[in-house]
C-alpha cells in the first residue's frame, strides 16, 4: 500500500503503542507529537474526528487521532470522554467511591479511532466490556487498568502482561478495524 | 457607548439571565443561540476564550461567551470545568457521595466571560467561594446549587431567591467585572 499514516498525538508513550499496533498489522506509521484539540462532547467518536479534522488543517496528510475513555453503567457512563481528567482529580479512589454498594458493575472502555485524509474521513470503535473490580489491584498499564476486569477474565487489566492486555484491548480493536479498512480507502 | 453585545450561548435561559444583567449594568444586548465551540481543558477562561473565538470567527461582531464550573478543593477542583457533564452524570448525589467523611469542604463556583471584538479579546472571571453541603437543600437555580453554601451565609444557593444569587453569583460578578472595563476598550 506504501501509505504512510501519521499517529498525532500529544502522549509520545501513548503515540509508540499505537506505531506498534499499526506495524504488527502492516501498517507504516510515525508518530507526530502536538497539541490535540479536545472538544467537550459525549461522543467520543465527534471528539476524534473533530480533533483530527484540526490536526489535517495544520499537516495536510493522513493521520489518525484517538481518544479512549471508561463507561460506568451505573453511573450513567461517567466518566466516559472526560476519563483522564477525573481520573487526575479523583482517581481509582474516586471511582471506588462512586461504585461502594453498587450492585451493576459492569462496564466498558471504549475507543475511537479517526482518520482524515484528502476528501476522507472515517472513525472507527474498539470497545471492550467488563466490570469494575472492588478494589484497585496491580501495577501494569495506566489510568483506571487497576479496577477494570474485562469479560471472561479475573484480573484486571493492571494485572496482565502487556501483550495480554493489547490482545484484547479496545484500542488495540479501534486499530484493527482501522487496518482492515485502510486498503480500501 | 452604543456598542451591542452578542451574547453567545446555546443555552437560551441562561442567555436571557446575562443579557438582564447586562441591562442592568446599562450595557446593551442580544441574544444569539449557537453551538458552542467547547475545548477540553482544565481552565474555564481557555474555554471560554476558543469558544468567543470561533463564535468571532462566525459572527464578526462583539460578542460574549462565558462558562462556569464547581471547584471543590478536597476534589483537587473537580468536577471544575466539566461540571455540567459531571451533574448529568452522576448528580448532586455523587458529590457529596465522593464528600462522605471528607472534613474540608471548601469549594467556589467560578465564571470565566470571554470577549472577542475586531482587535481585541478579553477575560474576566468571577468567583464565589463557599463549602459543600452535607445534604442537598432548595429547589431554586439549577445544577450544583442545592449543595453550595456562599462564604458568610447558612442557605444555598438554590435555597435563595433569584436576586439574592444574583448579588452575589460568580456569574454576575464576571458580568460587572467586564462591564466595567467595557467603556475602554
Known amino acids: 500500500m506504501g501509505k504512510k499514516v501519521a499517529i498525532v498525538t ?3 508513550a501513548k503515540g509508540e503503542e499505537a506505531r506498534r499496533i499499526l506495524e504488527r498489522l502492516g501498517i507504516e506509521a510515525e ?19 473533530r480533533a483530527a479534522r484540526a490536526a489535517y488543517e495544520v499537516l495536510r496528510r493522513p493521520l489518525v487521532v484517538d481518544d479512549s475513555g471508561l463507561f460506568v453503567e451505573a453511573l450513567n457512563g461517567f466518566p466516559g470522554p472526560y476519563s483522564s481528567y477525573v481520573y487526575k482529580k479523583i482517581g481509582v479512589r474516586g471511582v471506588l467511591k462512586l461504585m461502594e454498594g453498587v450492585k451493576d458493575r459492569r462496564a466498558y472502555f471504549k475507543t475511537a479511532l479517526a482518520y482524515v485524509s484528502q476528501g476522507v474521513e472515517r472513525v472507527h470503535v474498539g470497545v471492550v466490556w467488563g466490570r469494575i473490580a472492588e ?3 496491580g501495577s501494569g498499564g495506566f489510568g483506571f487498568d ?4 474485562p469479560e471472561g477474565h479475573s484480573r484486571t487489566f493492571a494485572e496482565m502482561e502487556p501483550w495480554e492486555k493489547d490482545a484484547l484491548s479496545h484500542r488495540a480493536r479501534a486499530y484493527e478495524a482501522f487496518a482492515a479498512e485502510l486498503k480500501w480507502i
Not at 508518530?31 to 476524534?48: D, G
Open 31 to 49: 508518530v507526530v507529537e502536538m497539541e490535540k484539540l479536545e472538544i467537550q462532547s459525549e461522543s467520543l467518536e465527534e471528539i476524534a474526528l
Open 146 to 149: 487497576p479496577i477494570f476486569i
Open 10 to 12: 500529544s502522549n509520545a
Open 135 to 137: 478494589e484497585a489491584r
